[in-house]
C-alpha cells in the first residue's frame, strides 16, 4: 500500500459523516499510526492531505523535479514523482541503460494550467557510434488520489510521444530485422513518411521478409512493443543497414487516395482488394494507437454481413433476389424483438433485393427459424473463406462467425451477435461476391516464401448475379444511392451499422467495388453507413 492510503480510507468516511470539504480544499483525517500519539484513533495526530486540481506553483514545482531527476538518470526518484511507479520506472530505467541515451537535457516550454510542453536533446551512443536525438513531447501534472501530492500523470508517451503501451521499452542496438525498401506493384517506393498509416504495416513487413529480401540489419534506437504479432518501431538509425528490396501488391494511387480518406473521420480504416486477383491495393488506418485495426481489428459488421446472410438464404433455397423477404417494422426471435432503423416504412411483399438495398433488418431475422445455427458460419467459410487461416503476409484477424444458437442466429443475420469482422474481411467477402471466386487476400506475393493460402469453394453463378444485381441496386437506388452517385462503371455496394455497447454512436460500415477494385471501410462511432465510411470507401474506389 502507497503513503497515505490508510489515511485515504478514514478520510473517505469521515468525509461521509461531516460532508465535503470545498474545491481545492484540504480534507483533515485521522490517520493510523503504528507509533501511537495522540490525536485520532491508533493515537495519530490529524493529517492534512490536499484535494483538488495542483496550483500553478505545484505543477511547476512537480515537472522541474521530474524533469531533473530524469536528467541525471535517476530513474527510480523520477518514477516515485508519477501516479504509477511501477509502470514508470522499468520505461525510465530503459531510457538511459537498453537504450544507451546519455547528455539529457529537458527544456520546458509555458505551462498552461495542468499541462507541461517540454523539448529533449539528447546523445544516442552504440557500438562507437553516436547521434544526436531530439523530440517534443508533453505531461500532465495531477493529485495524487492517496496521498494528496502533485504527481505526474504517469503516460508511455511523457518518455516519447511514440510510445503508446505501458509495456513497451526503449532498446539500441542491432535492428531486430534487417531495413527494407518496400515497392508498390509498379516498382515505386513506399514509405512511412509519404504513407504514415502504412508505418506498422512496413514494420511487420521488414520483421518478417527483411532478411529474405536480402538486406543486412543496422543499429537503430527502437520501441519494443509488448502487444503480440507488433514489429519493433524504428525511431533513429545510428548506423545504415543493407536495405533489402520487398514487393508488395500495393498501389501508390490507391493508397494515397486511402490514406487522404481516412484523415477526414477519426478512428477509420480502409482497405482495398483487386477482386481478380486477391491482391491488396491500399491499407490506411486513422488512429491515435497506431493499430492496424483494418487487419486485426475484431468488431461486428452490421448490415454489411447482409452480403453474406443474403448468399446464405439463397444458398440454402430459402428464398432469391426476387423472391420474398418481408419487411415488417419488427421482428421477433427466440423472445428477442429486432426493429429497423428509425423512419423505415413496413412492406409486407417486399422481394430479397428490396429488403437488401433498404438494408430491412426485420426481413433477414425472419429468416432465423429457417435456417439451421451453422448456416450462416457454413456459408461464410465454405464459400467466402472467413474464419480459415489466411496467409496474407503479415498478421491478420480473418474473421469469425460462430455457430449460435438462440437470439444470436438473428443477431447474426444482421451482422451482430458474435459475428466478427474487419475492413480486410469485407472487402474479401465484397470481392468474392463480385466474382464468385474467394482469392485470399495477399499484401506480398506467395511466390516470395511460398506460402499456402487458404481455400474456399467460392460461389455458384446464379448466386453471383444475385448478389451483384443486389448491391447494384443498393449502390444506385437503395441506402448507398446517395454517396456513390457520381461513380460510373460497375458498381455494387452494402451499407452497414453496427450497435456497440457503451458507444453514444454505432460504427459506420461500407462495402462496395467499381470496376476490379472491392474496398470496405469502417469507422468507430461513425454513425450510419453513408455518414463516414461510406465517403472513405468511394474515395478509394474513385482512385482505383
Not at 514487393?247 to 494515397?256: E, I, Y
Request: neutral net charge; contains cysteine; hydrophobic residues 40%.
Amino acid at each position: 500500500m502507497r503513503k497515505g492510503a490508510k489515511a485515504a480510507i478514514v478520510g473517505s468516511v469521515f468525509a461521509m459523516m461531516v460532508g465535503g470539504a470545498g474545491y481545492g480544499a484540504f480534507n483533515v483525517v485521522s490517520a493510523l499510526s503504528d507509533t501511537g500519539g495522540s490525536g485520532g484513533p491508533g493515537g495519530a495526530e490529524p493529517v492534512a492531505v490536499k484535494s483538488g486540481p495542483p496550483s500553478g506553483s505545484e505543477v511547476k514545482d512537480t515537472s522541474a523535479a521530474f524533469f531533473a531527476a530524469w536528467e541525471k538518470g535517476q530513474a527510480s526518484a523520477a518514477a516515485d514523482l508519477t501516479n504509477n511507479a511501477a509502470k514508470a520506472e522499468p520505461l525510465l530505467t530503459s531510457y538511459g541503460q537498453a537504450a544507451h541515451i546519455t547528455g539529457v537535457k529537458i527544456t520546458p516550454g509555458r505551462t498552461a494550467g495542468d499541462s507541461v510542453p517540454f523539448s529533449v536533446k539528447a546523445t544516442v551512443s552504440f557500438g562507437g557510434k553516436s547521434k544526436p536525438l531530439a523530440y517534443r513531447s508533453r505531461l500532465t501534472v495531477v493529485r495524487g488520489v492517496t496521498t494528496g501530492k502533485a504527481l505526474v500523470d504517469w503516460q508511455p508517451s511523457v518518455v516519447h510521444p511514440a510510445l503508446k503501451n505501458m509495456d513497451d521499452t526503449l532498446v539500441t542496438g542491432d535492428s531486430s530485422a534487417p531495413s527494407i525498401e518496400a515497392v508498390d506493384r509498379d516498382g515505386k517506393v513506399l514509405t512511412k513518411e509519404k504513407y504514415p498509416s502504412l508505418g506498422p504495416v512496413l514494420d511487420q513487413l521488414r520483421t518478417k521478409y527483411g532478411a529474405k529480401a536480402g538486406g543486412t540489419p543496422g543499429i537503430e534506437l527502437a520501441i519494443r512493443h509488448a502487444t503480440p504479432d507488433t514489429a519493433d518501431t524504428s525511431l533513429l538509425t545510428l548506423a545504415e543497414g543493407k536495405a533489402g528490396k520487398l514487393p508488395t501488391t500495393l498501389s501508390v494511387s490507391v493508397q494515397a487516395a486511402a490514406e487522404k480518406a481516412v484523415q477526414r473521420y477519426p478512428e477509420s480504416s480502409v482497405v482495398a482488394v483487386q477482386p481478380s486477383t486477391g491482391e491488396i491495393l491500399a491499407v490506411a488506418n486513422n488512429r491515435d494507437d497506431g493499430w492496424n485495426a483494418a487487419f486485426l481489428g475484431e468488431v461486428a459488421p452490421g448490415s454489411t454481413m447482409k452480403i453474406v446472410s443474403a448468399a446464405t438464404l439463397i444458398d440454402n433455397g430459402l428464398t432469391t433476389a426476387n423472391g420474398p423477404a418481408p419487411c415488417p417494422s419488427s421482428a421477433v426471435s427466440e423472445s428477442q424483438t429486432f426493429k429497423n432503423i428509425k423512419g423505415m416504412k413496413p412492406d409486407e411483399g417486399a422481394t430479397l433485393s428490396e429488403s437488401f438495398a433498404r438494408s430491412c433488418n426485420t426481413a433477414f431475422v425472419k429468416f432465423a427459424d429457417e435456417v439451421k445455427a451453422d448456416s450462416l458460419t457454413n456459408e461464410a467459410r465454405d464459400r467466402f473463406g472467413i474464419g480459415l487461416d489466411w496467409q496474407t503476409g503479415i498478421p491478420s484477424f480473418d474473421g469469425s462467425v460462430p455457430a449460435a444458437g438462440g437470439p444470436d442466429t438473428a443477431a447474426g443475420l444482421i451482422g451482430q451477435g458474435k459475428v466478427q469482422m474487419n475492413p480486410l474481411n469485407m472487402a474479401s467477402v465484397t470481392a468474392t461476391a463480385m466474382t464468385g471466386a474467394f482469392r485470399q487476400p495477399v499484401i506480398v506475393p506467395l511466390s516470395l516464401d511460398g506460402r499456402d493460402p487458404a481455400r474456399a469453394k467460392g460461389l455458384s453463378a446464379s448466386t453471383v448475379q444475385q448478389l451483384r444485381s443486389m448491391m447494384n441496386r443498393t449502390a444506385t437506388s437503395g441506402t448507398a444511392a446517395e454517396v456513390m452517385a457520381g461513380l460510373s462503371g460497375r458498381i455494387g455496394a452494402k451499407t452497414g451499422s453496427a450497435e456497440v455497447d457503451g458507444q453514444a454512436r454505432s460504427d459506420s460500415w461500407f462495402t462496395g467495388y467499381r470496376g476490379d477494385v472491392a474496398a470496405a471501410a469502417m469507422t468507430q462511432d461513425g454513425g450510419h453507413g453513408i455518414d463516414a465510411s461510406g465517403p472513405i470507401v468511394v474515395e478509394v474506389l474513385r482512385a482505383g
